[in-house]
């Protein structure tokens, strides 16, 4: 018997595929600035106002080194179309904010904030927290003080220090993100 089916086979490229790791390094003179490197790409980065360190606490301003994955994006559905990425996307809302408290059992998790509470807030007039990539920083465990909302997010003009984060230009951040997928790993430090 004779088959009329038709093999075809597609040619992908690399960049078709998430990336396996991302290096996030300090910048030589600046413990406050850094280089994300990525598949023969590297872009500036702003990192936390403490640097890059190995003993993360809350509020020291600390990046922490280490080796993370991303978990979500979160985005500002209200200002921008979804971006195209591997990782799960989450619109962001006006109640959506994050615990920084480590007296909270809630700590370093999204919390949702009725209108006149206080907290980290997502929606921010800014536009740093337009795409934010949420890490596995602290989370399982996680233990009270070691460091809350650590996240990949979009850097102020003048590249200034973070609260801890690693901050990036915009098109740095859609570019990485069309790469970028829950087993990529994201090594600071």
């Known amino acids: 018997m004779e088959s009329n089916a038709i093999s075809i086979t597609y040619q992908t490229d690399a960049r078709d595929w998430p990336l396996t790791a991302i290096r996030v390094r300090r910048a030589a003179g ?10 023969g790409w590297t872009v500036p980065v702003a990192l936390g106002r403490g640097g890059i360190l190995a003993n993360k606490r809350e509020g020291d301003g600390g ?12 985005w500002r559905a209200d200002r921008h ?11 962001i809302r006006p ?17 949702r904030l009725v209108r006149d509470q ?14 934010i990539v949420e890490i596995d920083h602290n989370s ?5 003080g070691r460091g809350s909302a650590v ?4 850097a102020r003009t003048n ?5 801890g984060c690693v901050s990036m230009t915009k098109p740095a951040m859609l570019r990485l993100l069309r790469r970028m997928g829950p087993q990529t790993k994201i090594m600071i430090g």
């Open 95 to 111: 109640e959506d904010a994050w615990c920084e408290d480590p007296q909270d059992r809630r700590y370093n998790q999204p919390i």
């Open 151 to 154: 996240f990949l997010h979009l």
């Open 30 to 39: 600046d413990p406050c600035r850094g280089w994300l490197t990525a598949d």
């Open 118 to 131: 206080a907290g980290d807030r997502l929606t921010r007039e800014d536009h740093l927290y337009d795409f």
């Open 63 to 74: 990046t922490p080194r280490g080796i993370y994955h991303p978990l979500q994006l979160w």
């Open 81 to 91: 179309p979804r971006p195209r990425t591997y990782l799960p996307v989450r619109p």
């Open 159 to 163: 590249f200034s220090p973070t609260a």
């Open 140 to 144: 399982a465990p996680r233990i009270a």
